[in-house]
Structure formats: structure tokens, C-alpha cells
């Protein structure tokens, strides 16, 4: 261990911040996502009055984007195994591009929702492709801060979108929304051209027959030359090339990948799938998204009046959203995903009631005349539950199920998934506006609040631990059967070198 003091305080340092630079930048483009989420919530107000819209053209509005992500999202995996992960970020970032353009140059509902459904293929791409670069350049010790990302980046995007909002909101109407959505397009072009000097995936790579360009990047996001070389070994294993032979490159990206994962999966694979797909399901079931595009509309029933108090109080939800993802990210790889994850359902069940609560109470009194005590208690149980949800559920969401899959399903594997998690996204931002009321805005938190109960004991069943396990090995995780909830904490140490007791911790 002496040894290995000067190496983890001189030459790691540097490795490791190149690693998180790569990452960063992969995790841009779930900026703009988050940008237009967030944008889109204060926009949302002027848009109404402006273009007349209704309450139905409002919720189809919130939800096509993640209707189009689909198209996104299903493609994705395909298209980043046949080009590249990151030529895959490229495409996102131009085809999001368009999108703002069309948004803010919008002179009719039709074209804005056109703009948005464009923008809605680049989120898809976006979702599927920044967990995946994050996971397959990052090391076993670092992959869950750096998977993670994306939902920190996706969270400082709404938080500048409520910025803008407020901001904008004092731009003559005709401007002022328009602003608001265009204002995506910028980054969006200067994303596209700077993330191709990036490095690619050596995971990628290596299934390209190109191990010594993979070997290339590893020896600059490793510890140490030793590191990459166990590091592109174990890459080779995973993908099915044994030692000593040169791998020819792929004929056919992702061929036979859907028939392995639904026809012939093996049990392990299965209970991947099952954990992966599972995890996207439930995290837009506890009313997130309710919440991040519907908050206007709850602080308007919980008492909260003029249109400034709005988009300020908005801008506190973001800023509680960026701040516990954060959080999240120093803790994720310290104290496990199964914690984190387990803890934060804990505080989205207590909340969602909390909150049901406080608005049931204020909608059954007089207007103007609500029990102080419920106006409250709805007020700071929204900052509650986007506190809980963001140190957990949000984050460790991506995290999960960016790096569970096999080497050879990820990618498509991947694309699957955020296919789900945009139906849902879709199905509750599409439905919540009817949703309240049909069963009240109190009932429907309720509603949320006994599915957030579901997912906690899915996730407490179905999800073993993978913390400071590499990629390679994680399948093997998987192999021991559902009632295996037991940590999985092997050193860093053990998990990147070849030692004889490595699942024993320290």
C-alpha cells in the first residue's frame, strides 16, 4: 500500500480529472434537455395567452416532446453502435438544434409543436447516449459519480430555464416565449462541433476490432499503463474475443442483440433486463415530472398568487434540484446505489402524502382562506420531494442502468430503456392536468404517493448492489438470483487488478 500512496495522490489526480472533462462534455447536451423542460414550464404561461391555447393543446404540449424521444431513443442504440458514441452526442446536439429554431421562430401552435417533436428525436438520442459515454469511459471507483451527469446537467438545465424564464418574462409577449425556447440553439451548434474532439468510447472501439485506439484512450482515463492494459484485457473478455487472437471488426453493429435480450435471454441477462427496464418505469411514477412542469399550476393552488411569485418559487425547485444532485453525486459511490436510491423513495412517499395533504386541505376551504398550516406544509413538501427525489431516484435512475447491461446489449440496451422512461414521462406530464381533476390535485399525489410504495419494494427485490464493480463483471452480479440484495464492495483496488480475494472488503 505504500507503494501505491504516491500513485493515487500524483498520477491518478490527473487521469481521473480527464476522465470527469470527457464526461462533462458528453453530459452538455442533457443541459439543453433540461433547459427545455424547464423553459417550457414557464413558457408555458405566455404561450397560453398568446396562441390561445387550451388545456388540452397545453398537456399535448408538455408531452410530445417525450412522444418524439422515442424515435430518439429507440434509433439511438443502433445508430451509436454503428457510428460511434461520440458521433452519437454530435447528432443529438444538431438535430436539438433544429428544434430551437423551429421553436423560436414559431408564428403558430402547429409549428411550435412541430419544432418540439424535432427537439423531442434529439432528447431521445441525448438520454440514451450521455449515461452510456459517462459508463464506458469512466473507472469502477468513479463510474457513479460520472454516470450521473447527465442528471445533474439535466437539473442545471431547468434551473437556467427558470432563470430565463423570470428573466424573460419581461420581453414584450410576442417575444418573450419565443426567447425563451430559441434560446437552446447556440450551445446546441457549438455542442456538435466540439464534442468530435473528444476521445471515443474504448468499449466501442474494442468492438470496432480497433484495441490499440482503445488502449490509446485508456492509458489517458487509467491510473497507470498496468491499469489500462488489465482494464482493455477485461474490455476484450466482455466482448467475446479470447487472449491472444486479433478481433476483426463487427460486420454488422448490433446484430442478433434484440433476439439475445427478448428470445433467448439467459438468466442473468433476464434479470438485468427486468432490473434495468424496471428502474426507467417507476421514476417518472412518482410524480416528478408533475411537479417540474406543473409547479406554476401547484404553487398557484397552494396560495402563491402573482405571476414573478411563481417563476421565483420555480426557481427554488430548481435550485433544490441542483443542489441534492450534487449532493447525490459525492455520495453515490461511497455509500452504495441500494441506500441512496431506498432512502430517497423514503422521502418521496412521506412528501407525495405530506403534499396530498396540504392541497386537499387548501382546495376545500374558501378562496384566500386556507389553514396557514396547509399552505405551508404544500409549499415546502414540493422542496421536500424534489430534494429526496434528486439525491436518489433521479440520479441513480441513469446511473443503474447505464451500467448493468452486458458489453454487447449496452448500447441497445440502453435505447430500450430510455424509450420506457419517456413513455412514462409522457403518459404522466400528457394526463396530470385530467389527472387532477378527475381525482383532485390532492388525490393525485396520493395516487403518486402509493406508486413511489411500489417501486420501493421493486427496487428492494429486483436491484442488487453495484457499486465499485466493473463493468465487465457485473453480469456476474446478476447470476446469484433475485434475493440476492447483499453489497457488493469490492476495493478499487481488487475490482482493477487480478487479486485473489478481491470481493472481500476492506
Known amino acids: 500500500m505504500g507503494e501505491e500512496e504516491p500513485r493515487k495522490n500524483g498520477r491518478k489526480e490527473r487521469k481521473n480529472k480527464y476522465a470527469v472533462a470527457c464526461s462533462i462534455i458528453g453530459s452538455i447536451i442533457s443541459i439543453l434537455m433540461g433547459y427545455d423542460t424547464g423553459v417550457m414550464s414557464g413558457a408555458m404561461l405566455f404561450i397560453k395567452e398568446d396562441l390561445k391555447t387550451n388545456d388540452t393543446q397545453v398537456q399535448v404540449l408538455a408531452g410530445i416532446l417525450n412522444v418524439c424521444a422515442l424515435v430518439g431513443s429507440l434509433t439511438a442504440g443502433r445508430v451509436s453502435d454503428w457510428v460511434g458514441r461520440r458521433r452519437t452526442i454530435s ?15 414559431s408564428v403558430n401552435f ?3 409543436l412541430a419544432g418540439r417533436c424535432v427537439a423531442g428525436v434529439g432528447v431521445g438520442y441525448a438520454l440514451m447516449i450521455a449515461p452510456v459515454y459517462a459508463a464506458e469511459i469512466a473507472s469502477a471507483e468513479i463510474r457513479g459519480s460520472l454516470t ?7 437539473s442545471f438545465g431547468i434551473l437556467i430555464g427558470y432563470v430565463a424564464n423570470y428573466f424573460l418574462a419581461k420581453l414584450p409577449l410576442v417575444y418573450g416565449w419565443r426567447t425563451m425556447l430559441g434560446l437552446g440553439a447556440p450551445p446546441s451548434a457549438a455542442l ?7 476521445p471515443e468510447s474504448p468499449r466501442w472501439l474494442v468492438m470496432q476490432g480497433r484495441p490499440q485506439e482503445a488502449l490509446a484512450v485508456l492509458r489517458k482515463v487509467c491510473n497507470t499503463p498496468d491499469e489500462a492494459d488489465v482494464r482493455l484485457a477485461d474490455i476484450k473478455t466482455a466482448a467475446g474475443f479470447t487472449e491472444g487472437t486479433t478481433p476483426a471488426p463487427a460486420p454488422a453493429p448490433g446484430k442478433g442483440v434484440l433476439k439475445e435480450m427478448f428470445l433467448h435471454p439467459t438468466p442473468p441477462v433476464r434479470r438485468i433486463l427486468v432490473a434495468a427496464f424496471g428502474i426507467h418505469f417507476f421514476q417518472h411514477l412518482s410524480g416528478i415530472e408533475a411537479v417540474v412542469l406543473y409547479s ?7 396560495g402563491i398568487a402573482t405571476r414573478n ?9 430548481g435550485v433544490t434540484k441542483t443542489v441534492f444532485i ?11 446505489r441500494r441506500p441512496l436510491y431506498l432512502s430517497s423513495l423514503a422521502g418521496i412517499i412521506a412528501s407525495l402524502a405530506c403534499l396530498g395533504l396540504g392541497l386537499t386541505v387548501i382546495e376545500r376551504s374558501a378562496p384566500h382562506h386556507a389553514a396557514r398550516w396547509a399552505v405551508a406544509l404544500a409549499i415546502t413538501t414540493v422542496f421536500t420531494f424534489v430534494a429526496s427525489f434528486s439525491i436518489g431516484v433521479g440520479p441513480i435512475t441513469w446511473a443503474y442502468s447505464s451500467e448493468v447491461y452486458p458489453l454487447r446489449l449496452r448500447a441497445q440496451g440502453a435505447s430500450i430503456g430510455v424509450a420506457i422512461n419517456r413513455i412514462m414521462n409522457a403518459g404522466v406530464s400528457m394526463t396530470f392536468v385530467t389527472l387532477y381533476k378527475a381525482i383532485t390535485i390532492g388525490g393525485a399525489f396520493f395516487l403518486f404517493a402509493g406508486l413511489a410504495v411500489v417501486a420501493a419494494v421493486f427496487f428492494y427485490f429486483c436491484c442488487p448492489e453495484t457499486q465499485g464493480r466493473a463493468l465487465e463483471d457485473i453480469e456476474e452480479v446478476f ?21 485473489p480475494d478481491s470481493k472481500a472488503r476492506p
Open 91 to 105: 447528432l443529438a446536439a444538431w438535430i436539438f438544434l433544429a428544434g430551437s429554431i423551429l421553436m423560436g421562430l
Open 110 to 112: 402547429a409549428m411550435l
Open 148 to 154: 450521473s451527469l447527465p442528471e445533474i446537467c439535466i
Open 192 to 198: 456538435a462541433i466540439g464534442v468530435l474532439f473528444m
Open 296 to 302: 406554476p399550476r401547484i404553487f398557484k393552488a397552494a
Open 309 to 317: 411569485e411563481i417563476l421565483a418559487a420555480t426557481i427554488g425547485v
Open 326 to 336: 450534487m449532493t447525490a453525486i459525492l455520495l453515490v459511490d461511497r455509500i452504495g
Open 479 to 499: 447470476s446469484q438470483g433475485w434475493r440476492s440484495r447483499q453489497r457488493q464492495h469490492p476495493s478499487p483496488l481488487s475490482v482493477e487488478l487480478p487479486v
